[in-house]
Every structure is written in C-alpha cells, then in structure tokens.
C-alpha cells in the first residue's frame, strides 16, 4: 500500500512538473505578461519560442477538422512498415550468418562498413530511386532498423548456451528443430531487448525521410509549417509526434510483458 | 549360452584436445569402460579428471581421437540416439515451461501433441511435480529444475543414461531426496546408467560398480569395485552400515593419491 501512495504522489508531481514548464513556457513567451528581458520587441519571444495556447489550438484544429488523420496514418503505416520489414530481414539474416560461420567472414567487414556509415544520408538517394511517396520513407526506415535486429539475433544465436543446445540435441532434435525451438526464441529475446530502439528508429526514419522531402505525413506538416515561419504549428507537430512515439513505445511494452514470461524479471530472484 | 553384448563399450578411448598453435592436451589415454544392460556404474575421480570428456563421449557429442564407442555391439557414429544425457548445468529451455520441457523430445520425434502432453503429465507426477506444469525454470527451484530434467530425459525411455554430476549444484537434503527418487525410478526400469561424480558417497550408495579415473592429464580408469550392498536402498542409511564403510575405506585408498595429484595440478597452473 505505501508503495502505491508513493507511487501515486510521484505521477502528481510529474504532472505538476509538465504543468509548470507549459506555465513557464506560457509567460515567457507572452508579449504582455512579463517584461521583455531578452528580445528588444516583446513579441519576438512568440516568434521564436511559439506560444503554448496557441500550440494547443494548431492541434485542436488538426483533429478537430479531421485534417491531421490523413498525415497521422501516412507516418505511422511508414513506420509500421519499415519495423516489420527492417525486424523480418534482421532476423532472417542474423540467422543466416550466425549459422554459417563462412558467410558470416566474407561478409563481416561490409557488414561493419556499412553499419558505421551515417545511414540518413541516404535518404535523399532513395527519394531519387524510390520517389517521393512512402517507399522512399520505409527504405530509409528499413536500414535504421535492419542493423539494431541484425546484430541483436546474431549476439543472441551465438550466444546460445552450449549445454541448451547439447540436450536439445540429445532430446533428439534434428537441425530444423534446433532452429525452430533453440535458436529462434533464444534470438527473439535479444530481438525484443532491442524493440525499443528499433521502433523508435523506424519513427525516426518515416519522419526524417517526410522532412526531406514529401507531399504527405507529419514530417511534411513541419516542413511546411517552417517555410511559413509557423513556430506554432512547428511545435504542435513535434508534439503530435511525441505522444505517438510514447503510444508506439507502450505497445512494445505491453508485447514484450506478454511475449516474454519466461524470462526472469528484474526484482524477481532467479533462483540456480 | 551367449553373453548379452554389453550396453555400452567404451574400448581404448584416448581424447586430445588441439590447443592453440603446437598445444595438445590429452585428456583420456586408452580409457576402457563396460556397462552392462541395466547396469548402474559411477565414475568418480578427482576434478579436472576427463569424466564429463568420457561422458561426452559415450554420448556421440565428442569424437574420440582413438578408441571406438559401441551401442549395444554395433560401432557409434555421430550423436547417441539410444542414450538419455543429464546435465550438470542448466540445460532446460528457458522459454518453455516445465510441462513443454518434458514434452520437448516427444515433439521431436513426432509425437502427437495431445499424447505427448499426457505422458508429460504423468512423467510430472513421477518426479512430484504435479500442478507445477504452467511454470516457467526461472520459476521453479534448482532441486524441481532437475526433476524437470529427470523428467525430460526418462520420458523417451532411453537404453542407457549418462549422468553429468546431475546434484553436485543442490543442497545436501534435496541431493539425497533426489539420489533416492532416482534409485526408485531407476529400479522400476533398470536401464544402464554411467553417473559421473566426484563424490564417492554418492557413487558408492547408487551403484553397483564404481570405477576411479586416475588424476589427468592423460587420464584411465585404475580401479574398479563391485558394490554388493543389497537393494532397495536409502542412500542416507546406506552409509551407516559397515559394509559401505568398509568398500569407501578401500576404494579411498585407491583414490586418495589422484586426488592429491589433481589437486597440486591444479594448485601449480
């Protein structure tokens, strides 16, 4: 019970905290409530920091006159898209080179070539050979996410315990079962250790690749409301894209507690 | 009338790891060691002796440098489909639970789901684990992980059982609760067991011949006892009766100077 009191006063201070920076951000940034103690002209803090109330009615609007739905559905389908196909090709060539020792030589110098390259940069080449619809976005996506799940599954395949997988094969498993029933769930835990990041880089992706050049999405949204010199909506876009990032963020959360019971929890003892 | 051909036959076994560059260690040198069928045999010996490299042997997970594995006469080749293997270290499937575990090499060998899930069922009770099926091994203690393991090995019904040190991790109490259950269990479908340890108490009241490995490197047998203590047993009241005492104080003797040697080995690496 004291462990929920506590708990419970931590979430009114957390929230009191988000209150207050809004407070502060609010009468900072208005031309009238205090004196302007920076900027010579008191509505220059509003041109360059934006205004709160005026942040919060930008997105009353989006969902109210249902013109954000459109963008919203764009950035995510992107990101679902890059996740699902970045995890699926980690996974599956993770699996191939830690399980084929010869390959995974030949192709270990191209593999650290290419993950140590700053993989944004790419995004304005696949916009040249994917267009500027969602391929181009997924793409850029996809190598973010591809490189997190590859070396995840191939740490966690080599990192089978030796003794799981010598009675796996003493219970008779053929190299097929081995790779279905050992190596598969032993890389999905690293795989899953690794959701976090992957989700909120296929995020990154979808968003990078609209700001650098797309005609929909929320990436676009920004982009546009900057060439206006719209700090307001600017700001309403990033935290249109904070909360759903938090939301995305939750869901793996939620994945990862029903997926994974059979590994031991922190504050659970494991007992040997 | 003709002799049973023994379980398993482990003729002149000599096993040499490749080390680093021109580095060669021996661990086993022309080891030779007969089960009989239904036969319980231990192998103690000093640490770092070579036992788990014979058991790995014996189980077709090591190819030996020289030497051959015979199965019930005929030569072994590749991994040891008639052989059960207990481990000394955590070898449950973490992601499944307790019942899936025991169901594991069923499914392996293509068992129908429902069948199998049975016979796991009743393998649970055997090993007092009933209602402890859904549990995952995080879950569970070290002495239920094992009966797990017993569960998940003798479900298949195999021809001869390799034991690795299987209690060495419990506690004293559920180490002898568990020597017993494997006695009864083993009684009611004696199949040939090699139970490796370094604990010669141990090997002594479960056995019905003990063998000593010298210390290693280059590692054989240099004794074996016949133990002719009558069954069923208890392996707690065992050790009080002057029988016992009296084949520990003699096979002692023959240990006791490879135990010393494998100790100043290991005390000058």
Redesign the interface.
Known sequence: MNSKKISRSLRIWQVLLLVGLFAFWHVATHPSLVPPFYFDNPHKAAFFFGQPLEVAGRIWNWFSSGSIYAHLWVTLLETVLAFVIGTVSGLAVGLWLALSPTAAALFDPYIKAINSMPRVILAPIFGVWFGLGMASKVALGVTLVFFIVFFNVYQGVREV?H??L?????????ER?LLR??YV??AM?WVFASLHNSVGLAFVGAVVGEYLGSSEGVGYLILQAEGTFDINSVFAGILVLTAFALALDWLVTVAERRLM????RSG?T??? | MRVAEPALALEKITVTFVGEGTARYTAIRDATLVVRPGEFVSVVGPTGCGKSTLLNVAAGLLAPSTGEVRISGAPLVGLNRKAGYLFQTEALLPWRTALYNVTAGLEFRDVEAGEARRRAEDWLQRVGLRGHGHRYPHQLSGGMRKRVALAQTLILDPEIILMDEPFSALDIQTRQLMENELLELWSANRKSVVFITHDLEEAISLSDRVVVLSAGPESHPIGEFEIDLPRPRDVAEIRMTPRFIELHTRIWQTMKDEVLKGYEQQKNQ
Request: hydrophobic share 40%; aromatic share 4%; net charge neutral.
């Open positions: 315990s003794t799981v010598a009675n796996a094969r003493m219970l008779g498993a053929s079962q029933h050992v769930p032993s835990s019971v059979w590994q031991p659970e494991e007992r040997i």
